[in-house]
């Protein structure tokens, strides 16, 4: 009589909280990947990606396809992609990315504006201002003269571009779940020495970090302004920025001791992007 009580009980536990599989993240039938290098997973190794577009086949859209079981994956980003390639053809790419969707599409994926924003090429600049004047904080002071915030203005000014990215997805993709993948924690929010893994003067590093903060806060309100799901990269891999030691950073510094283009996440980083995403559909299931 124990030995079937606890299979009734053992019944019932499957029938109240359903079986192994009923967890799973939601099927998708039909997924496309949009954007830029920090999508493509640049420099990270694998058996298949597109050379052209510097994408691996390792890249969080990768990743996520295989985690959620798509039936169908088209991932077209693509490195140095900015947003007149969603609806320009890309020389590397050779079609816009647009083209990817279909009104079958039911779930994509995009991160966009960091080439826009220029934030790559402002912080290399600061690196090199870093190795002129490596005390203090140069950059800031340079890119703060006259009480303007320069390198925040090139982030705030691409605003609504992103929304129009967005309504354009949407238009195209009608039915498609549609997720906005935040930047992972590129710097530490304190000052900190970030040498050698990047030049930059110790009273920088806030500053910088504070720009890749206020691009993510962009987004994640374009995001919510235009029927799209914001992915929070940013707080589950802050202490894994480019400042760290070896094996505890996800994100590349000037000269990479992981397999990633600088200033890129690695395979580590990607996977994080990826856990992060699918949590989120989970979370909005």
């Known amino acids: 009589m124990r030995r079937i009580a606890a299979l009734l009980t053992v019944a019932l536990a499957i029938a109240v909280l359903g079986s192994p599989t009923a967890s799973a993240a939601p099927k998708y039938a039909d997924y496309v990947a949009l954007g830029d290098s920090m999508a493509a997973g640049s420099g990270i190794p694998s058996d298949s990606g597109d050379i052209a577009c510097n994408r691996s086949g390792n890249d969080y859209p990768a990743l996520t396809a295989r985690a959620l079981g798509v039936q169908t994956f088209t991932d077209v980003s693509c490195a140095k992609a900015a947003l007149i390639h969603m609806t320009t053809p890309q020389i590397e790419a050779g079609r816009p990315q647009f083209d990817a969707l279909t009104a079958h599409t039911d779930l994509v994926t995009v991160t966009m504006g960091l080439n826009d924003s220029s934030l790559l090429p402002v912080m290399a600049g600061c690196g090199f201002v870093g190795l002129l004047f490596p005390g203090g904080a140069p950059c800031t002071v340079l890119m703060n003269l006259f009480g303007f915030d320069y390198a925040a203005g090139l982030v705030r000014v691409q605003a609504p571009r992103i929304g129009e990215m967005l309504r354009g997805i949407h238009e195209r993709s009608p039915n498609a779940k549609l997720l906005v993948v935040g930047l992972p924690t590129f710097l530490p929010e304190a000052p900190t020495d970030c040498w050698p893994n990047m030049p930059f003067s110790y009273g920088d590093v806030p500053y910088l970090s504070s720009l890749f903060r206020d691009l993510n806060t962009m987004l994640r309100e374009q995001a919510d302004g235009n029927g799209a799901t914001f992915v929070d990269t940013e707080s589950s891999s802050k202490g ?15 000269v990479p001791t992981d397999r990633a283009v600088p200033a890129h996440p690695n395979l580590a980083g990607t996977q994080n992007m990826s856990a992060q995403i699918v949590a989120a559909l989970h979370a909005v299931a």
């Not at 894994?240 to 000037?254: F, K, Y």
């Open 240 to 254: 894994h920025d480019m400042c760290q030691p070896v094996g505890q950073r996800w994100i590349e510094g000037l």
